[in-house]
T-cell receptor, first 113, second 114 residues
């Protein structure tokens, strides 16, 4: 059974800092890994998708890496802004016949102006 | 191109009642998944539909059921509501077969069971 863990649970940084969010998963037989952003009371916004054959993906100030062998992914946010404040969730797509995303509990990020 | 839309956005039910939540997939997407997100937790997989057939199910009892229609929209039905069913219910759609591609989520339906 896939389990996804995110560390830290909460993070507070001053505006402008670069930061790294961590995600680990127990079963390396994944199809892809996806990072999402969730604002309070809202749905999930897809940030980056890394296929199992890829090592990293970049979008603007965001960079996500994937190391399947060690069961880890990181989300790097450069030059953080107050608008980046949200909960960030990682999810691994796995399963044979039942392709489900297994989510971590998220990292709540606060960027202080 | 419209994204994933869900209705209703909020609803309140009492224990024992039944509820139907609706989801319209993003245009061109034929896979729909439903997730339950309790407060402070990550979403939990309920089930998935691909081309109108249930393609997988998480650890949820049979009183959680669903449908996918020919236009790929979907419904989630929950019977005999319990207090623990209070959660944000999220629908996600994706193009192509279920093990490929990016999932796109709607804003969710917030269910409160009293």
């Amino acid at each position: 059974k896939q389990e996804v863990t995110q560390i830290p649970a909460a993070l507070s940084v001053p505006e402008g800092e670069n930061l790294v969010l961590n995600c680990s998963f127990t079963d390396s037989a994944i199809y892809n890994l996806q990072w999402f952003r969730q604002d309070p009371g809202k749905g999930l916004t897809s940030l980056l998708l890394i296929q199992s054959s890829q090592r990293e993906q970049t979008s603007g100030r965001l960079n996500a890496s994937l190391d399947k062998s060690s069961g880890r992914s990181t989300l790097y946010i450069a030059a953080s802004q107050p608008g980046d404040s949200a909960t960030y969730l990682c999810a691994a797509l796995s399963g044979a016949g039942s392709y489900q995303l297994t989510f971590g509990k998220g990292t709540k990020l606060s960027v202080i102006p | 191109e419209t994204g994933v839309t869900q209705s209703p956005t909020h609803l309140i039910k009492t224990r024992g009642q039944q509820v139907t939540l609706r989801c319209s997939s993003q245009s061109g997407h034929n896979t729909v998944s439903w997730y339950q997100q309790a407060l402070g937790q990550g979403p939990q997989f309920i089930f998935q539909y691909y081309r109108e057939e249930e393609n997988g199910r998480g650890n949820f009892p049979p009183r959680f059921s669903g449908l996918q229609f020919p236009n790929y929209s979907s419904e989630l039905n929950v019977n005999a509501l319990e207090l623990d069913d209070s959660a944000l219910y999220l629908c996600a759609s994706s193009p192509g077969p279920p093990n490929t591609g990016e999932l796109f989520f709607g804003e969710g339906s917030r269910l409160t069971v009293l």
